[in-house]
């Protein structure tokens, strides 16, 4: 189909300085957990989304020295020759596309932990991180500020050689120049602290130093956090930011414009159970009106129509995107071609985002199994070899996201027949009901994407409304079988951390219930009280906590975690639920264990209380939500009760399952699952995962003779004490 007249604008190129963007996509800079130290796995990742059509694709952010060392968490860097070979492949494999390489220059201040490093940062003024613990810095002297602007200049030359076409001076999310704008950080009394133009002097200089030292050879970007919600003492937008930009857009080719500090920055990475698409529009606008220079900024942005909006509005140059060129890297290329209904849309999980924030893994994504997987496993989202096995025809059992996932790839890879087969209506398992719970309506196009691909295969067929039997599947007449039938909340308190049922917990009564009767049976709780048990730890327990409140029941969130739903911090949703779940009134009791519970009563005790005192609380109902289980039934009696042998003499040749009827896990993981298993159907054997290219040091005899070497002859002339 041709595009859209209406997205036209969309494609126009663009000028950022020295440099022209073929068009107005952008991939804004964004961890993976590759870094400079796994360099073809950063290259690939990044290449594939300029492949997809995104003009300028940037690095993470780019550590400029060992000062700003953010181990355990995986940053890029860019601190000696070896990381510019690294890097440069990078580069070259975004210049065979046609995209420009930008490089986000990074110096954490009092946020770089320094764990690998062990060296000690150096900032405005001596002030503990809000986002680490344990973590100062050095108060900046004279010395230290040209010692600090130096590094900058010298790792903006290195990211020159190395390829970089666009150079960050990266102030945004609290780090180091900006920590010099806002008086959260700057309680400074010299030239560099007190007034805005005191407070703005440093940002300033080290920017024109970068911009002398790259020349005409680099476009200058500033990517400023705008408000950082914190009344006088953070940054603010009049106070300080537009004077800024008035300031120096002289010196700066496009500006980068988002919001919040480090500490609660998913205020900028806006999960879709808070924010819609776009949420930073009025920031970024203000910022387009008085700057002469382009503006680029995120917005989660998945809407072709609100993205030309945008920018034929007057408030955006470039639609930046992070999550949706994860969830999808050919957005531009689709939204080009009018494949609009084969964009896979961002849901505004933030699970990928949530691996950085744990520290170490690299990212994954709920709607892309591919991502993160573009070099260590082969994978492109949008390529598929045909299956060697094609003859075969495969039943999948269950039609959820690990089955829709699984079917989808297999009818791409060319199986002769596959049928997905559903005992419910219509396919989408628990992600059916998931989204109606509070915030999660966009979690909603993990089913929609999926059925629009499905309804496309002809080698694909779904058959809805039909339950079968272990002796319905071994005479279905498919070699290869596949069960996805998920999983379930357990209905007697059985839970992760005693391991074992509660006393009177029997989700058959009519008062209490698990998330699935409430939310996919429609069953519901008499009475004005609930009591939410969750050793879950992510969104189910907060959610059914809050639609019940909403409901107008008063509502204790019980937990024997010393938070509600630590994973929420991880995919910053925490502190909003924590505001959301406060605002409604529910009363939130962390370190407690039911031990009994009777009608009318549920009986705690506190996790760390070795006495075993107990606490009542009042309560007209209970929700379990304690801990899934894979619904593996059919799947045991396939393989137990009927046997291999037995389903090899009626015509099936291999039997595997996938998803939570696995183990439960993330939604993310479920997809992977089937999605893994559909890739690799023709491997020797497809239960078990073929190894995926690890990049690491590899010894050889030269090399250990060489640090031998070395080490003997530093201690060559040392004497032991």
Not at 190 to 216: C, L, P, Q
Not at 460 to 489: H, M, Q, R
Request: hydrophobic share 35%.
């Amino acid at each position: 189909m041709p595009r859209d007249p209406k997205h036209d604008i969309l494609f126009e190129p663009i000028k950022i300085g020295p440099k022209v963007m073929k068009n107005r996509f952008y991939q804004v800079p964004h961890c993976n957990g590759f870094g400079s130290e796994k360099p073809f796995s950063q290259a690939y990742f990044r290449a594939l989304k300029a492949e997809g059509g995104f003009a300028g694709v940037s690095t993470e952010y780019c550590s400029i020295s060992p000062e700003s060392d953010d181990t355990h968490r995986m940053s890029a860097r860019i601190w000696d020759d070896g990381d510019i070979k690294n890097l440069s492949l990078m580069c070259d494999m975004l210049h065979e596309h046609d995209a420009l390489a930008a490089c986000e220059l990074w110096y954490g201040g009092p946020h770089a932990p320094n764990m690998e490093s062990r060296c000690v940062a150096r900032g405005p003024s001596q002030i503990p991180s809000d986002f680490e613990f344990l973590t100062y810095a050095i108060e900046a002297d004279k010395d230290d500020i040209r010692h600090l602007q130096n590094l900058y200049v010298a790792a903006a030359k290195r990211a020159r050689t190395a390829g970089f076409d666009i150079v960050y001076v990266y102030g945004s999310h609290s780090y180091l120049p900006q920590q010099f704008l806002t008086p959260y950080y700057n309680h400074r009394t010299d030239e560099y602290g007190g007034s805005f133009e005191n407070r703005a002097r440093f940002w300033r200089e080290t920017i024109e130093m970068v911009k002398e030292a790259v020349g005409d050879d680099c476009a200058i970007c500033v990517r400023m956090s705008t408000d950082m919600f914190m009344g006088e003492a953070g940054t603010q937008l009049k106070r300080d930011c537009l004077p800024f930009v008035e300031l120096c857009d002289d010196l700066v080719d496009v500006w980068d414009i988002n919001l919040s500090g480090i500490a609660e920055w998913g205020e900028d990475a806006t999960p879709s159970r808070f924010y819609p698409q776009g949420r930073a529009l009025p920031w970024q606008a203000a910022v387009k009106a008085i700057s002469k220079k382009p503006v680029l900024g995120v917005g989660r942005w998945t809407n072709p129509d609100l993205m030309a909006e945008a920018i034929n509005d007057g408030k955006l140059d470039i639609i930046a995107t992070c999550r949706p060129s994860t969830s999808d890297p050919f957005l531009p290329k689709k939204i080009d071609e009018g494949r609009l209904d084969d964009i896979r849309e961002c849901i505004g999980c933030n699970v990928c985002i949530s691996r950085w924030e744990i520290g170490g893994p690299p990212l994954i994504c709920t709607q892309n199994a591919t991502a993160g997987e573009e070099y260590r496993r082969g994978w492109h989202p949008e390529r598929f070899t045909k299956a060697k096995n094609a003859d075969n025809d495969v039943l999948v059992v269950g039609a959820g996201p690990a089955g829709m996932e699984c079917a989808m790839i297999l009818g791409k890879r060319g199986m002769r027949r596959v049928h997905l087969v559903e005992a419910e209506d219509d396919m989408g398992g628990t992600m059916r009901w998931i989204p109606q719970l509070p915030g999660l309506g966009e979690w909603a196009r993990i089913v929609n994407y999926r059925k629009i691909q499905i309804d496309k295969l002809k080698n694909v067929e779904f058959i809805p409304n039909t339950k079968l039997s272990a002796k319905d599947v071994a005479e279905y007449g498919a070699e290869i079988v596949i069960v996805a039938t998920g999983s379930y909340w357990s209905t007697d308190g059985l839970n992760g951390a005693s391991h074992a049922t509660i006393e009177g917990a029997d989700a058959s009564l009519a008062w209490q219930a698990t998330p699935d009767q409430i939310m996919g049976e429609g069953k519901e709780l008499a009475g004005d009280s609930v009591v939410v048990f969750d050793n879950d730890g992510y969104y189910t327990g907060v959610s059914m906590a809050e639609k019940l409140a909403l409901e107008g029941k008063k509502v204790t969130l019980m937990t024997p975690l010393g938070t509600i739903a630590p994973y929420m911090h991880f995919t910053l949703e925490a502190p909003n639920q924590h505001r959301t779940l406060h605002r409604l009134g529910v009363e939130i009791v962390p370190y407690h264990l039911p031990s009994r519970v009777e009608e009318g009563v549920v009986v705690a005790t506190h996790v760390y209380d070795e006495e075993g005192h107990e606490k009542s609380f009042a309560a007209d109902g209970v929700v379990w939500v304690a801990q899934r289980r894979s619904n593996e039934a059919l799947f045991r009696e396939l393989k137990d009760s009927i046997g291999l042998d037995q389903l090899k003499a009626e015509g099936v040749d291999s039997l595997y399952r996938i998803g939570d009827c696995e183990a439960p896990r993330l939604t993310a993981d479920a997809v992977f699952s089937g999605h893994r298993l559909a890739r690799e159907i023709d491997s020797d054997d497809p239960a078990f995962p073929l190894p995926f290219k690890r990049e690491r040091r590899m010894v050889d005899d030269a090399s250990v003779a060489f640090e031998k070497a070395e080490y003997a002859a530093l201690y060559a002339e040392a004497s032991l004490s």
